[in-house]
């Protein structure tokens, strides 16, 4: 392993790093709040439904807190080194060898990010509609693309604002990599995060 | 074909799994020449965990949480330890015949895996069992979590393939004995070759007290259980249900569960419940591609010139399955191929759809442990801190008598269709 | 120049729909002689309906056969098509769906999602399973009914005093026999295949509503075919839709006897409270969709 560099206090890297902690923190409420608003609409729906008066948007609403949970927290275990990969490889390596895959492995979930972002873009099209006045219906007119449009089955709320999980997934996810292959490069000390499970990434891969 | 090989570069490069799914399915659309698929990918992904049968793994996480923090778990291990009693290996089958009790409870491999290494596995480290082996097999325990009924796996394959939940459900109970039985079987052969540890004696009045003391922690299975006979609640919403019902039980009879600990469960499950649900969605995005280029139907076809009977085509199948459930896991896995497959096996092969689920989902369960991408070691990995590959070498022998039950359970139909008649 | 057609739908392999699509494709590849034909891509493998509607919105599918009521969660004018009592047989809706006045509601498809509509295909009348017993929708007072959640399914229950209760497909079969629900409604070729009579005690046919679909041309492909490609196209695909709504009108009677058979309790609504359930329904959604009093004419006549 390669010495650190000792940390550049005022240096971008480290206000790319003070950046992740403060969206890894928001991200703890947000997986918090997500969880305990989950429960609470099953046990609800659970009650009404028992009593005769079931309430008709609570599954759909259950199923995006769900989906938002897949995203928030894709993005904080990021951070937090806790998915899943496979280093049968890499063990087997050189310490330089191993650095060297170690920042591929970390600038390819880099690109994924900026990738995802870049769909999101093309997908959600912010300039299109904004030219369009923010009128849905002319902007799919010109467009066909007709997802300003649409609204949710039994909540009825705009599809696209519950969507707008994806270009914030995508946009955390880049600032966790990149805060992520700060560290790797020894720019800057790794962190620690409050608050969190601790899993050493080294004890999840194989 | 240029795909996969990009998906192995990254694979063992070290790019986390569901990043090389999703960069895997990126690259292909790259090179078919479809760019208009781009514009659909975020979407895809958001639809692969748009569905209500997920919201079952956070609340299975959920509840594991706080029945280990409240205890209870623990408790329900003693009780089959009271079962068990004194035998060589003592442990390693109440942690099968534990897993057997609490699949009952819980429809998922993955959720059922974490809770259970979490309460097995330090366990049968203090008694002297290596890590890695207490670890792999409490994987192959959790392997019944979705062939017992409730099962998640079981309920969307009914959808697929349009037979009857209750049907699917009681056809997994004879396969979640027999593989029960097996693995008793093989541990007591293990046993001739490897010194397992003999559990405690316990004289019979200590093992009635056992009984006694660990009884009130059997409310939950049954407020579980009776909150979904009496209609309460659905098996998803039973969960939940099932949650609060530790809680109390953690709270106010083993005294061991603080509310404070809540927010710090509410967290941790639903960090856990990400890790999974973000490859479900990586996976339903890359097996949304692989569809979009008909990679499956240019399998099926070829199967249909390979196969000329029902049992070759079943052997067959497994095979194909077993190296899809290298890479995909369970529910996407069946998303991408039932409805490729089953046409085949019922059109084709006259085979029963109900007997054909049986086999597909314990063939992708196994995916689950075999690997590269096997979630399930993965898991247990992240509870234990063994290391999946030393895991899955140290456990083999179960896998091989997988393998034997899933031929088994392929070549005789009443296994699965026994209880249905 | 050779194309291949990608049709999606959400519908199991074997299924009505399915068959339709396949035929198609396959009377599309005879007449061309191998120039254009079509795959199939069925039980939601490319998604479920909203995202094959993106699908054929950005062009990357080129056709999707779409339920009323997906269209209709879109387009309000369009689930006109799904409000209550248009006709009172299975095999009046197989005429209806091809009158002047229903073909018209796929008019504003390209300017309101982007596709071409090339007319209408079938489901069966729907009936209510129920395990209270039931002699007519007056009973359905205080029932929690498990109803498609579409919007206008809802008003029309909720008229009748049921509390619409949304369950996800997969769980409806154990929720009753659980009794989380009281009853469902169906249409009768899915409630076979689902078997709800095992976990029932009436059948009430309501002969109300049923659930039509669209087959959909991404409107970015129709607009690459040429003239003569989608006359053709338009062609088959009328095809097709005939066979599918023969099919279902001719199935439906065998499939109701088998149900007889099983010794399942059969009421059907009685015609006397039909027109109290329509002024409380065309109340809400008359105003919303204009085109239903148009239907309701044409229903009439048949
Ligand atoms: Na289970
Ligand atoms: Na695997």
New binding site residues.
């Given amino acids: 392993m390669q010495q650190p560099a000792p940390p550049r206090r005022n240096g971008l890297s480290s206000l790319v790093l003070d950046a992740s902690s403060a969206v890894l923190r928001l991200e703890r409420w947000l997986i918090l709040g997500l969880m305990a608003l989950l429960m609470a609409l099953i046990l609800v729906n659970v009650a009404t439904r028992y009593t005769g008066m079931p309430i008709y948007w609570i599954d759909e609403a259950a199923v995006y807190s769900v989906v938002w949970l897949t995203f928030v927290g894709g993005s904080a275990m990021t951070r937090l080194r806790m998915d899943f990969a496979v280093t049968l490889l890499t063990d087997k390596l050189g310490a330089g060898a191993a650095r060297i895959f170690k920042l591929t492995a970390g600038g390819g979930v880099l690109v994924f990010g900026l990738a995802m972002l870049w769909m999101c873009w093309i997908w959600m099209d912010p300039v299109g509609i904004a030219r369009a006045g923010f009128d849905a219906k002319e902007f799919a007119g010109t467009s066909f693309n007709f997802l300003y449009t649409e609204r949710t089955q039994t909540l009825n709320w705009p599809t696209w604002l519950l969507q707008t999980i994806l270009p914030i997934f995508a946009f955390t996810l880049s600032l966790h990599a990149a805060a992520n292959l700060v560290e790797d490069l020894g720019w800057q000390p790794k962190r620690r995060h409050a608050g969190f499970p601790v899993s050493d990434a080294e004890a999840v891969v194989n | 074909m240029l795909t996969s090989l990009f998906f192995l570069a990254v694979m063992f490069i070290g790019v986390p799994i569901g990043i090389c799914l999703c960069l895997a399915g990126m690259f292909y659309i790259w090179d078919s020449g479809n760019p208009l698929l781009f514009q659909s990918f975020p979407m895809q992904m958001f639809g692969g965990v748009d569905s209500y049968g997920l919201i079952a793994i956070p609340l299975f996480i959920l509840i594991g949480e706080i029945m280990n923090g409240g205890g209870i778990t623990r408790r329900l291990v003693e009780l089959s330890m009271a079962f068990i009693g004194s035998v060589k290996g003592g442990l390693a089958y109440v942690n099968i015949l534990a897993n057997a009790l609490v ?6 491999a993955t959720a ?1 895996v974490a809770i259970m290494s979490q309460v097995m596995v330090p366990q049968m480290e203090k008694q002297g069992y290596d890590k890695t082996f207490a670890a792999g097999l409490t994987v192959y325990g959790g392997m ?8 998640v796996m079981f309920v969307v394959y009914s959808v697929l393939a349009q037979v009857a939940v209750g049907d699917m459900l009681i056809a ?1 109970i004879l396969p979640g004995i027999l593989l029960t039985v097996l693995f008793f079987v093989l541990i007591a052969l293990m046993g001739l070759v490897y010194e397992y540890p003999r559990s405690e004696r316990r004289t019979l009045r200590q093992r009635a007290r056992s009984v006694a003391v660990c009884s009130p922690t059997l409310l939950i299975p049954i407020v579980i259980v009776g909150s979904i006979l009496s209609g309460l609640a659905n098996p998803t919403e039973a969960a939940a249900v099932g949650a609060v019902a530790s809680a109390l039980v953690g709270r106010y009879v083993t005294k061991e569960f603080r509310f404070s600990q809540i927010p710090e469960m509410l967290v941790r499950s639903g960090i856990y419940s990400a890790i999974v649900l973000f490859l479900v969605a990586a996976a339903a995005v890359f097996s949304w591609i692989l569809i979009f280029g008909k990679v499956p139907q240019a399998t099926a076809a070829w199967v249909q010139t390979v196969a000329k009977d029902p049992v070759t085509f079943m052997l067959l199948s497994n095979v194909i399955l077993l190296v899809i459930g290298t890479v995909i896991d369970g529910i996407p896995g069946l998303i991408m191929t039932v409805p490729i497959l089953l046409p085949i096996a019922t059109e084709v092969y006259g085979i029963d759809p109900r007997h054909f689920g049986v086999v597909v989902v314990v063939n992708l369960v196994l995916g689950l442990m075999s690997p590269p991408v096997g979630l399930s070691f993965f898991v247990a990995a992240a509870v234990t801190g063994a290391k999946p590959g030393k895991m899955f070498i140290v456990t083999l022998p179960f896998f091989l008598v997988c393998c034997v039950a899933l031929v088994l359970l392929s070549i005789f139909p009443w296994l699965s269709l026994g209880l249905l008649k | 120049q050779t194309k291949e057609f990608r049709i999606g739908l959400i519908t199991p392999a074997g299924h009505s729909w399915n068959r339709a699509a396949v035929a198609f494709g396959e009377t599309l590849k005879k007449e061309t002689g191998g120039r254009l034909s079509a795959t199939v891509f069925h039980s939601g493998q490319l998604g479920n309906e909203s995202a094959m509607m993106q699908q054929l919105q950005s062009g990357a599918l080129d056709m999707g056969w779409i339920q009323a009521a997906e269209l209709g969660s879109r387009v309000a004018t369009v689930a006109a098509i799904n409000a209550p009592y248009l006709v009172r047989s299975t095999a009046a809706v197989a005429q209806l769906v091809k009158t002047p006045a229903a073909l018209k509601l796929l008019e504003v498809l390209p300017r309101e999602t982007g596709c071409i509509g090339l007319g209408w295909g079938i489901t069966g009348m729907r009936s209510v399973f129920s395990t209270k017993d039931l002699a007519s929708s007056a009973d359905l007072k205080g029932l929690k009914l498990r109803i498609n959640p579409t919007p206008v399914y809802r008003d029309f229950y909720q008229s009748m005093g049921a509390a619409p209760t949304p369950i996800p497909t997969p769980q409806v079969f154990d929720a009753m026999a659980n009794g989380q629900v009281d009853a469902l409604e169906a249409d009768i070729e899915f409630s076979w295949n689902a078997r709800f009579d095992k976990v029932s005690k009436v059948i009430l046919q309501m002969n109300a509503l049923f659930m039509p679909f669209a087959p959909l041309v991404s409107g970015r492909v129709w607009a690459s075919l040429p003239d003569k490609d989608k006359e053709l196209i338009r062609e088959q695909v009328a095809k097709s839709l005939d066979a599918q709504i023969a099919e279902i009108a001719g199935t439906e009677p065998g499939l109701l006897a088998k149900f007889k058979e099983t010794g399942i309790a059969m009421k059907a609504e009685p015609a006397a409270n039909v027109e109290a359930s329509i002024k409380a329904f065309d109340a809400i959604w008359l105003p919303k969709a204009p085109a239903i009093a148009e239907l309701r004419t044409a229903g009439a006549k048949l």
């Fill in positions: 699949s009952s409870i819980i429809g998922s059922q019944l979590g979705p062939i017992i009924p409730p099962s997994g």
